[in-house]
Nanobody
Framework: QVQLVESGGGLVQAGGSLRLSCAVS????????MGWFRQTPGKEREFVAA????????GYADSVKGRFTISRDNAKNTGFLQMNSLKPEDTAVYYC??????????????????WGQGTQVTVSS
């Protein structure tokens, strides 16, 4: 069983930065691709960013491209989402997820096997 725990969320002013972390336990982290998703009340969860097992391949939603950076430290079993130039519309609960399928990364939440409990990010205007 893989367990994921997010941290690093909080309240920040527009234009500010936050760094989310996703600590993974239970299995070897390098065996999973990782993704970040977010959800606001009344809306479906949406893809934010993803990274392959080795960190070579990365993908981003158009809404965050150029502002957010996904990374991972397999030695520390931790993934990260650096969020810069935050906007009020980035306000959401952010979730990390792990995907055990080989090859690249995926943007469809249904293809992820394990999820964290989420961390709230609030960006004030």
């Amino acid at each position: 069983q893989v367990q994921l725990v997010e941290s690093g969320g909080g309240l920040v002013q527009a234009g500010g930065s936050l760094r989310l972390s996703c600590a993974v336990s239970g299995r070897t982290f390098s065996g999973y691709a990782m993704g970040w998703f977010r959800q606001t009340p009344g809306k479906e969860r949406e893809f934010v960013a993803a990274i392959s097992r080795g960190g070579v391949s990365r993908g981003y939603a158009d809404s965050v491209k150029g502002r957010f950076t996904i990374s991972r430290d397999n030695a520390k079993n931790t993934g990260f989402l650096q969020m810069n130039s935050l906007k009020p519309e980035d306000t959401a609960v952010y979730y990390c997820a792990a995907d055990r399928r080989p090859g690249g990364y995926r943007v469809d939440e249904s293809e992820y096997d394990y999820w964290g409990q989420g961390t709230q990010v609030t960006v004030s205007s």
